[in-house]
Each structure stands twice: as C-alpha cells, then as structure tokens.
C-alpha cells in the first residue's frame, strides 16, 4: 500500500464503529511502606557484600 492509499483508508475511516473501552492502570506506584522495606533489604545486602 502506498501512503496516499493509506491517507485515504484513514479519512474514510468511521470512528462512530468503535466501541469505548475504559482504561486500568495496572503499575502502580510503591506506598511508603514498601519503599522503607526495599531500603532495608538493600541496606542489608550492601552489609553482606562489604563483610565478604
């Protein structure tokens, strides 16, 4: 297909045939909680790594 087939299938293209959808977050950012927990772990790690 070249572009002015493409140009001209975009302009006839019916949007009234598509159906709304309604959107879900799905990444979600980390509470406080979780940050503190990943901060301890890492903090232990790097303990881990210096004694060895």
Same mark, same amino acid.
């Given at each position: 297909?070249?572009?002015?087939?493409?140009? &001209? *299938?975009?302009?006839?293209?019916?949007? =009234? &045939?598509?159906?709304? &959808? *309604? =959107? +879900? *977050? #799905? @990444? #979600?950012?980390?509470?406080? &909680? *979780?940050? +503190?927990?990943?901060? #301890?772990?890492? +903090?232990? +790690?790097? #303990?881990?790594?210096?004694? @060895?």
């Amino acid at each position: 297909m070249c572009d002015a087939n493409v140009k &001209t *299938e975009v302009k006839q293209f019916d949007k =009234t &045939t598509l159906r709304k &959808t *309604e =959107t +879900e *977050e #799905k @990444s #979600k950012l980390p509470t406080q &909680t *979780e940050i +503190e927990q990943e901060k #301890k772990i890492n +903090e232990q +790690e790097r #303990k881990w790594t210096i004694a @060895s």
